[in-house]
């Protein structure tokens, strides 16, 4: 075991700690690449934890089994919760920071101890919360993500959610010092647009984790006395800076991850790096303002601050989206159009690698995140619409089309991609690492629409568990959606069993799959070659195919925006 753990944390370095990359020809130093692997290994462990509890949570809501007690629903949801949408997420995100600073600017990475550090602090604090969730006794004592007081919360839960951020932060200093050390005496000198969006990921990252430390301290500091009253309106607000912070530290490193894999395994260019980096910088602005939808139904809150934090100010986080969503398509169809590579309207994107599942994790990432997860959410966020959508079974699937089928999948890809480049391994099977995209993204997919249709149409209830036969304490009836829910049920366990495929084939490659030779690019390298060799310049290149899938998008928008305000009228019937 010690051996095989020296061998996936070793690679032909020279005297001087580098390598060459065989497959993006980045120069790649030996404590950027182990922290890492360092940081994705333990990433993919909580995902581990949070999919079991995935599975307790999926056949609970599917009410045809009801696994787990109503007692202790909030228990199981607690644990995927924080297990998933957390420390799945924040691990790799540092991890593509140091791939987005280090690696990307071919330097080592600075205060490694601090690095191991920082990791250490998250992995025992993480440890803790996880603790503190499993061993609360009570449902109302139940941390569940949001920790609202004045529930009865153990104080050990707020103190251990206090030291993760903490560690979060400690384990990104390496990556601000690396910037630091690049941007030394040379003021004026571009970084990367990778690095560059890695930079305004880590910028919005402290935001949150500022909040974040914030709310929790305050609810600390009055669980263990030192002050008598707590406000549950400002700790609301405080929690959702790092609450719905987190999703956005998501989005970011979801869309750096986009400009990279598209980039080394697809042949994609950067139309414009100017409008590329305005649109990252747009999100530094107004992206977090978001979280305000929140709180949408809280009395505390005007309702022009409302309108303002989820229309006005949220437009520009929306149209730096709608940057994005067409810069890095046309960037893709530019690139392979460039090399020659398909012709016609949609031939670029028809030859494309799809065989390659980093390739097709981050395509269909990209599309399902727009489609499912962006429209949804600029829709729920308005105030009007958003009381057709608040705490019901709709939320839950908006954020299952952000963080599931949008950041998850994305991740999935980088994840294929760090085995082949960094672990240097083989897939245990071409075939099965091929159909985890495919199967996780069309399974999650429709559970995810699922969701979104049982609580628009129906409005199943996000929050509790036993909502078919009636909801507890009422004689309201909403049993015709039983057949719904079975459907989600069965969805829902196959986009499970998609995830135990990745991790099968990614754990499997690390400890089975033949060791790469040195120079082989594992057949990840686009076709045509890196770079396009020679031909037009990127402005002149047909990006005719991408404007008509924008064309579809917005349709696509229109049509679901104009369907959701009919859906809205339709409720001023209730209690004439």
């Not at 600073?101 to 604090?125: C, Y």
């Not at 050990?156 to 050390?181: C, D």
């Not at 994609?268 to 709180?295: C, D, M, P, Q, T």
Request: proline share 3%; net charge neutral.
């Amino acid at each position: 075991m010690v051996q095989l753990i020296r061998q996936l944390f070793d690679n032909d370095y020279d005297d001087d700690g580098f390598r060459t990359c065989s497959v993006t020809g980045l120069s790649i130093h030996r404590t950027a690449e182990n922290h890492v692997k360092l940081f994705g290994l333990t990433a993919v462990i909580a995902l581990v934890i949070g999919g079991i509890f995935a599975l307790t949570v999926a056949l609970t809501r599917w009410e045809l089994i009801g696994l787990v007690p109503e007692a202790d629903y909030y228990r199981h949801l607690s644990m995927h919760a924080w297990n998933i949408l957390i420390f799945w997420m924040v691990f790799m995100e540092i991890a593509i920071l140091y791939v987005g600073g280090p690696i990307v600017l071919g330097r080592r990475l600075p205060l490694t101890k601090v690095a191991k550090a920082g990791w250490t602090i998250m992995v025992a604090s993480a440890i803790s919360i996880n603790y503190f969730m499993w061993t609360a006794s009570g449902a109302e004592e139940a941390p569940l993500l949001t920790a609202y007081v004045p529930l009865n919360i153990p104080t050990g839960f707020y103190a251990s959610a206090i030291l993760f951020l903490v560690g979060a932060t400690v384990a990104a200093l390496p990556f601000f010092v690396t910037i630091w050390q690049e941007k030394r005496g040379a003021a004026t000198k571009t970084l990367p647009l990778v690095t560059f969006g890695a930079f305004i990921t880590s910028i919005i990252a402290v935001q949150a984790i500022l909040g974040g430390i914030a709310a929790f301290s305050y609810a600390f500091i009055w669980k263990i006395g030192v002050i008598e009253t707590i406000n549950t309106g400002i700790y609301r607000q405080l929690y959702w800076m790092v609450g719905h912070g987190t999703q956005q530290i998501n989005l970011l490193a979801m869309i750096t991850v986009w400009y990279f894999l598209t980039h080394v395994v697809g042949g994609a260019v950067v139309v414009s790096e100017k409008v590329s980096r305005s649109a990252f910088v747009l999100y530094l602005f107004f992206i977090n303002l978001g979280a305000a939808h929140h709180l949408m139904v809280d009395p505390g809150v005007s309702v022009g601050w409302r309108i303002f934090n989820t229309s006005y100010a949220f437009y520009g986080a929306a149209f730096a989206s709608m940057i994005h969503a067409f810069a890095i398509p046309a960037g893709l169809e530019a690139g392979r159009r460039q090399r020659g590579l398909g012709g016609g309207l949609f031939g670029w994107l028809t030859s494309a690698p799809w065989k390659n599942p980093v390739f097709s994790a981050t395509i269909f990432s990209i599309i399902l995140f727009g489609f499912v997860g962006g429209i949804t959410g600029v829709l729920m966020g308005q105030l009007q619409l958003n009381m057709t959508w608040h705490n019901t079974f709709a939320t839950v699937g908006h954020f299952h089309g952000t963080v599931a089928l949008g950041t998850t999948l994305a991740f999935f890809g980088l994840v294929f991609f760090v085995i082949k480049t960094m672990f240097r391994k083989e897939f245990i099977s071409g075939t099965l690492a091929t159909l985890v995209p495919y199967f996780y993204a069309g399974a999650m997919g429709i559970a995810t629409l699922v969701m979104m249709y049982l609580g628009i149409l129906y409005g199943v209830p996000r929050r509790t568990s036993s909502v078919v036969r009636n909801i507890p304490g009422t004689e309201f009836s909403i049993s015709a959606a039983a057949p719904l829910m079975t459907i989600f049920g069965i969805f829902a366990v196959l986009a499970i069993l998609g995830g135990v495929l990745f991790v099968l084939v990614a754990v499997g490659s690390l400890l089975l799959g033949s060791r790469l030779e040195t120079g082989d690019d594992g057949d990840l390298r686009p076709d045509g070659g890196l770079e396009p060799d020679g031909g037009q310049p990127v402005h002149a290149a047909d990006m005719r195919g991408t404007f008509t899938l924008c064309l579809i998008f917005m349709a696509t928008f229109v049509v679901l925006y104009v369907l959701n305000w009919f859906l809205l009228t339709q409720l001023w019937s209730i209690g004439a």
